[in-house]
């Protein structure tokens, strides 16, 4: 019988045929019209699980299902509660993906498809660990609970629901996130802190109806260009947020964790040229990229449906314009709060003749942890361990509405980690998952349950 180490050494391609299965799945939470994919997403995870022999329960939400599974095999040792989240950002533009985003491929080490790396391979990592203990007959050095859920991409609502009404079932001693990446190829992290979010849309309404752009251009209002103005009366071009009151709670990061960011192997000239890859990085002059991502929130508009956008010409004065929003927050702003702020200022702002409506959703908390915390140590040891180099404490620029509940709520110490790579392109075309970064996650999950488990 071989250990957990030798089965997933002996099932690497097994584990990336079934991860394709997976990414086969058009799981996109957002649009309506995926739902089906999105529970088809769900039961394959739910049969996974079973098929390892964990209890599982799928539990219906006004949305997307949940799914949760135990296995509770380690009587008197502690339990682990692990996340991950099935669903996925939609494809678009499809026409930039160099292979269909449904169609996963292997190529140049990397698995190719949307969700490769956000977050269906980092989720079967976790999976993956518990089935190499599960097949070699290997004691159980932890207890698992598994909540996974599909709507992370999407505000996460039905999760924190759950959360607040069976905090008993998910008690646990640590939480295992997996949803971020490493620092660098090869240098894994764990996150210390996580942006919260707070996003909807401004609509701008003006003329009753579209019109003729010659015959009233001069007269009308656009409501393209009273976004446009709105727009950069929230941010100015340092990056600045003009939103009264935005900054009042921001708590700076203490000395010490900036100086360890200071200490990381970050090259901006590669950072501009490799990764965001235009002319310039932009944003507050007195912070630096790592603080700005970090540390300091952000507003940025994400699209602005409305008008003419077909091809060839149409003179016309749109009668409405749409911009979707959002803002990331940092410890210890309240996204409540946050939310009336900036709604406030930008019906403010409204030019003359236009009508400004404003719709932001319900948003998610800034969260950071201490780095003494005994989970963070452990899993520091096991990355270290699994990718043999140092594991660093970082920040995260991203959000992951759960963990403030895992935190307040539950009261539960919780890691946020994962095997993402700086070009797995979430979100974006060509998403893809390092695969010598995968299945070093799959060592690092199993090294971190021997570490909380008492047994390395
Ligand atoms: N896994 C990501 C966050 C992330 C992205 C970590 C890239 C590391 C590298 C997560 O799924 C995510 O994108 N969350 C959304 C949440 C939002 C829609 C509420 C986000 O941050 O935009
Ligand atoms: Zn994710």
């Not at 656009?222 to 900054?247: C, S, W």
């Not at 998952?433 to 570490?451: M, N, P, Q, S, T």
Request: net charge negative; with cysteine.
């Amino acid at each position: 019988m071989s250990t957990p180490l030798e089965f997933i050494q002996s099932h690497r391609a097994q584990f990336e045929r079934e991860l394709c299965d997976l990414l086969r799945i058009p799981s996109v939470s957002t649009l309506p019209a995926r739902r089906d994919d999105v529970r088809a997403a769900a039961d394959w995870i739910a049969t996974h699980l079973r098929d390892i022999g964990l209890t599982v329960d799928v539990i219906p939400t006004t949305r997307h299902p949940l799914v949760y599974a135990e296995w509770l095999q380690a009587p008197g040792r502690p339990t682990v509660l692990g996340y991950g989240h099935y669903d996925v950002q939609p494809s678009d533009p499809d026409e930039l993906w160099t292979t269909p985003p449904y169609s996963p491929t292997i190529r140049n080490g990397g698995l190719y498809a949307r969700g490769a790396a956000d977050d269906k391979g980092q989720l079967f990592t976790l999976i993956a660990a518990i089935r190499a203990y599960v097949r070699t007959r290997t004691p159980a050095p932890v207890n698992v609970k598994l909540i996974i859920e599909g709507e992370e991409e999407s505000g996460g609502e039905s999760i924190a629901a759950y959360v607040r009404s069976h905090g008993d079932r998910l008690r646990a001693d640590a939480a295992l996130v997996l949803d971020f990446g490493v620092f660098a190829p090869g240098i894994p992290a764990i996150a210390l802190g996580l942006r919260g979010i707070v996003g909807g849309e401004i609509e701008v309404q003006g003329a009753a109806r579209d019109l003729h752009s010659g015959l009233y251009g001069g007269v009308a209002p656009n409501p393209f260009q009273a976004l446009a103005e709105i727009i950069t009366r929230i941010k100015d071009a340092d990056g600045h947020v003009l939103i009264p009151g935005f900054y009042d709670r921001v708590a700076p990061p203490d000395a010490l964790e900036r100086a360890a960011w200071d200490r990381l192997p970050f090259d901006e000239a590669a950072f501009l040229r490799e990764e965001v890859g235009s002319t310039a990085l932009t944003g507050e002059p007195d912070y630096t990229p790592l603080e700005r991502m970090w540390a300091r929130p952000t507003f940025e508009v994400h699209g602005m449906p409305g008008g003419f956008t077909g091809e060839g010409t149409k003179t016309v004065i749109p009668a409405r314009a749409t911009a979707k929003i959002s803002m990331r927050l940092v410890p210890h702003q309240d996204p409540g709060e946050i939310r009336s702020l900036a709604s406030a200022h930008i019906r403010s702002l409204a030019p003359r003749g236009t009508r400004v409506d404003v719709r932001l959703w319900h948003g998610a908390k800034p969260v950071v942890m201490p780095p003494t915390l005994p989970a963070v140590a452990a899993a520091q040891r096991a990355l270290s361990e699994a990718f043999g180099r140092e594991a660093v404490f970082t920040r995260m620029g991203g959000s992951v509405p759960i963990v403030a509940d895992f935190i307040e709520e539950l009261n539960i110490p919780t890691v946020v980690t994962g095997w993402a790579t700086p070009d797995a392109n979430a979100h974006s075309p060509n998403e893809r998952l390092d695969l010598e970064h995968f299945h070093k996650g799959i060592v690092a999950v199993i090294r971190f349950f021997e570490r909380i488990g008492g047994r390395a």
